[in-house]
């Protein structure tokens, strides 16, 4: 059987942000619909926080594709040339089970990641946000950067990083990209005042941002925690906002940023309002006044690097791109 490999320069040509956005919505939409299976992330913590290996399984069946996200997550890699998460997802067929396509993890999830967030954004900010703040400057904090300024009508742009000529070289580099003004600032206090769209996309494991920071009417997309024991907000900041979530399951079994100051007594389970997908549907609503504080917690799901992965196997066939290699999967005969 032959097998279709699409490498990380080629996923960032097939999929365009704004593309993305759109996809991300169908499955957002489709999870919510109960068109989707996705179990809980299986995750290997390696000894002396070194690092974990991931595997996320997921169908949709809007799509007729199965397949795993498979993905190596070190934080150590800042500054290094190797990417934080780096792995393949596997697409298959539901027909046979075959495998169609393997496909670069880090550009997919670099771009998917902003794209959720985009949605959040569009469904949860108030209308008229557009003072960005970004804390974080690696490449989380790039695609981020990208999908608000499709998303919104950006008007200022900060940006705060733990390493100050991070911040720096982000600001120089992410302005000229886009033609827009982008100022890094000394402190993550100082990013977020006055900000109506906050985006944290940190590799901290101890929070980065706190409630009495955030103005009210705020919107932010907490990205960079993914881990029980890590979140970039403090309990304040957890407390006074309105929580939606990419998925409950998820959410409850996964998220430091929520089971941390739940564990302290400061938040309940009925403090998430939603999935972004129930919000999609019309079946929860979002925002409810111009000044309450939107919080959209992202871990991310196997059902978009699914998604993702399909539109860029479908695009490469379309237009000749990606290596074909054989790989096997056909019946051995017996006599």
């Not at 992330?41 to 199965?66: D, H, S, T």
């Not at 990205?223 to 906002?241: M, N, P």
């Not at 929860?284 to 000044?291: I, L």
């Not at 054989?326 to 051995?332: D, S, T």
């Amino acid at each position: 059987m032959k097998v279709l490999v699409i490498n990380q320069a080629e996923v960032a040509r097939l999929l365009p942000m704004g593309e993305c956005i759109t996809v991300m919505e169908e499955a957002l939409a489709a999870l919510a619909r109960g068109e989707a299976l996705v179990p809980l992330r299986q995750v290997v913590m390696l000894p002396n926080g070194l690092g974990a290996l991931a595997a996320m399984p997921a169908y949709a069946e809007p799509l007729k594709a199965i397949g795993v996200k498979v993905i190596t997550v070190f934080p150590g890699n800042r500054g290094t040339g190797f990417d934080s998460h780096q792995g393949a997802v596997l697409l298959f067929e539901v027909g046979h089970g075959s495998l169609k396509a393997i496909v670069d993890a880090s550009e997919v999830t670099a771009i998917r990641t902003a794209a959720v967030s985009a949605v959040a954004t569009r469904l949860l900010a108030r209308e008229g946000a557009g003072d960005l703040a970004i804390l974080g400057s690696g490449v989380q904090a790039r695609t981020h950067l990208e999908a608000m300024l499709i998303i919104r009508a950006i008007k200022r742009v900060r940006v705060w990083s733990p390493t100050p000529e991070h911040a720096k070289a982000f600001a120089e580099r992410e302005s000229r990209r886009h033609g827009v003004e982008i100022r890094p600032m000394g402190s993550a206090r100082g990013a977020v005042s006055d900000a109506d769209l906050i985006c944290t996309a940190t590799s901290s494991r101890e929070p980065v941002l706190k409630g009495d920071w955030v103005a009210p009417g705020a919107h932010i997309n907490a990205v960079g925690a993914s881990s029980k024991t890590a979140r970039e907000l403090d309990t304040a900041a957890a407390k006074q906002a309105r929580w939606y979530v990419d998925r409950r399951e998820s959410a409850l079994n996964e998220a430091g940023d929520f089971l941390i100051p739940k564990a302290e007594g400061a938040i309940r389970d009925d403090h998430i309002r939603g999935e972004i997908g129930e919000v999609l549907l019309g079946t929860v609503p979002g925002r409810q006044t111009p000044r309450e504080i939107t919080l959209f917690k992202s871990l991310g799901l196997a059902v978009e690097d699914l998604a993702a992965v399909h539109l860029v196997y479908r695009k490469a066939v379309e237009q000749g791109l990606g290596t074909w290699v054989e790989l096997g999967g056909a019946r051995h005969e017996t006599h």
